[in-house]
């Protein structure tokens, strides 16, 4: 069964501009989380789809967006970019909101210039 | 909201020795504690994790520890190998609703096992 996949790998953009990142989870799982991985803040919780819906946010600006498509792929976008939006985003795949377990993705490395 | 406090955040063991890792949780609520493996430029992997309704679980050469009235949770390493060196990041979760709230992640353990 294939894994947790992300793309791009890696990126790098300048402020101002917009991103999107997209994650593909594992096949039948319809949940996807979204977690910022930074040095000085750690892993921090961006939000949670499923079935095409957020369920959850974390404490992220309006900045941070994202949707989930019917084949449970999901996209976040970052708009404006900032400089303190460089880190590791990574995605966590689990077969329910119901199921804890969370599965992640290889990331896609974010540098704002 | 949820905080997780992770100790320490530094840890050397010589190999065959154990290492113990303790995480602290707030919320009274947490009902899932995973615990994260990562090594250098890979992603996060999970190794164990406990729910409320348990006190201990043990897979192989690695147990976790619940103490709920204390909220706080240990994850044990025994004879430990070089392939154990890695940052370990412990976590708590709310279940509510029908559904999971994100994970609160501690900042991390760099564990280094000295040979």
């Known amino acids: 069964k294939a894994g947790v996949t992300q793309t791009p790998r890696y990126l790098i953009k300048t402020r101002g501009q917009q991103v999107t990142l997209s994650c593909s989870p594992i096949?039948?799982?319809?949940?996807v989380s979204w977690y910022q991985q930074t040095p000085g803040q750690g892993l921090q919780f961006l939000f949670e789809?499923?079935?095409?819906?957020?369920?959850n946010k974390g404490n992220f600006p309006g900045r941070f967006s994202g949707r989930q498509f019917s084949n449970s792929r999901s996209e976040m976008n970052v708009s404006t970019l900032e400089l303190g939006d460089s880190a590791l985003y990574l995605c966590?795949?689990?077969?329910?909101?119901?199921?804890?377990?969370?599965?992640f993705g290889p990331g896609t490395r974010l540098t704002v210039l | 909201g949820e905080n997780v406090e992770q100790h320490p955040s530094t840890l050397s063991v010589q190999e065959g020795d154990s290492a113990v890792i303790k995480c602290t949780y707030s919320?009274?609520?947490?009902?899932?504690f995973p615990w994260y493996k990562q090594e250098l430029g890979k992603r996060p992997q999970l190794i164990i994790d406990?729910?409320?309704?348990?006190g201990e679980k043990k897979d192989q050469r690695i147990a976790v520890t619940l103490n709920k009235t204390a909220k706080h949770f240990s994850l044990h390493i025994t004879e430990t190998q070089p392939e154990d060196s890695a940052v370990y990041f412990c976590?708590?979760?709310?279940?509510?609703?029908?559904?999971?709230?994100?994970?609160?992640f501690g900042k991390g353990t760099h564990l280094i096992i000295q040979p």
């Open positions: 966590a795949s689990h077969r329910l909101p119901s199921y804890n377990e969370q599965f």
């Open positions: 096949s039948g799982h319809r949940s």
């Open positions: 789809y499923f079935s095409e819906t957020q369920r």
């Open positions: 919320d009274s609520a947490s009902n899932y």
């Open positions: 406990i729910r409320s309704n348990v």
């Open positions: 976590a708590a979760s709310i279940k509510s609703g029908g559904g999971a709230d994100g994970l609160t």
